[in-house]
Antibody, heavy 125, light 110 residues
Framework: EVQMVESGGGLVQPGGSLRLSCAAS????????MYWVRQAPAKGLEWVSY????????YYADSVKGRFTISRDNAKNSLYLHMDSLRAEDTAVYYC??????????????????WGQGTLVTVSS | QSVLTQPPSASGTPGQRVTISCSGS????????VNWYQQIPGTAPKLLIY???QRPSGIPDRFSGSKSATSASLAISGLQSEDEADYYC???????????FGIGTRVTVL
């Protein structure tokens, strides 16, 4: 069974830092690109960052560029998001997610799209 | 940063067909496959449609997707009360190297 469990959220003051983690299991983590997506209270989904399977490509939304750093440790099946210079507008539930194809024993492709349960980050004084 | 345009709301009575549009541009929808997600408030999004018109296993065939040029759409036929949720389209933007979501459409079953 695929599981993706985020942790590290909490209350932080403006200007502070926080590190989110996502522990993945049930699939070959090192084979798949990973994403962070956030959702502010009563707002829509917002993509935050992307990292390719072996960290060769990394992209950020303009809203977090220069403040957030995405990384992964394939040996530990873990994804991270280091967040600096946090602002009130960063308050949101942060989800780790992945999508892609896997192949069954007969070689047939199957698409998957997994999300964690999310971790809440609140930036407030 | 670019965003995909969706109507903020849509509604229908049980059994009706509801269609949600998703408008993008030549650098996003036109070049990349579109996914559709359903989100019940307080829960993680759930994939409904991938690669424009493909349904993952377990998704009823009442849900269907299509794409043409810079637009995509999601249709829900035989609307049911449990379809009340927020629906988001999403795709990659090649020119900006960003993944973008639509603003979301709240579907209400009257």
């Amino acid at each position: 069974e695929v599981q993706m469990v985020e942790s590290g959220g909490g209350l932080v003051q403006p200007g502070g830092s926080l590190r989110l983690s996502c522990a993945a299991s049930g699939f070959t983590f090192s084979s798949y690109d990973m994403y962070w997506v956030r959702q502010a209270p009563a707002k829509g989904l917002e993509w935050v960052s992307y990292i390719s399977s072996h960290s060769s490509n990394i992209y950020y939304a303009d809203s977090v560029k220069g403040r957030f750093t995405i990384s992964r440790d394939n040996a530990k099946n873990s994804l991270y998001l280091h967040m600096d210079s946090l602002r009130a507008e960063d308050t949101a539930v942060y989800y780790c997610t992945t999508k892609g194809y896997y192949y069954d024993s007969s070689g047939s492709p199957h698409y998957f799209d997994y999300w964690g349960q999310g971790t809440l980050v609140t930036v407030s004084s | 940063q670019s965003v995909l345009t969706q109507p903020p709301s849509a509604s229908g009575t049980p059994g009706q067909r509801v269609t949600i549009s998703c408008s993008g541009s030549s650098s996003d929808i036109a070049r990349n496959p579109v996914n559709w997600y359903q989100q019940i408030p307080g829960t993680a999004p759930k994939l409904l449609i991938y690669s424009n018109n493909q349904r993952p296993s377990g998704i009823p065939d009442r849900f269907s997707g299509s794409k043409s040029a810079t637009s995509a759409s999601l249709a829900i036929s035989g609307l049911q009360s449990e379809d009340e949720a927020d629906y988001y389209c999403a795709t990659w933007d090649d020119s900006l190297n960003v993944y973008i979501f639509g603003i979301g459409t709240r579907v209400t079953v009257l």
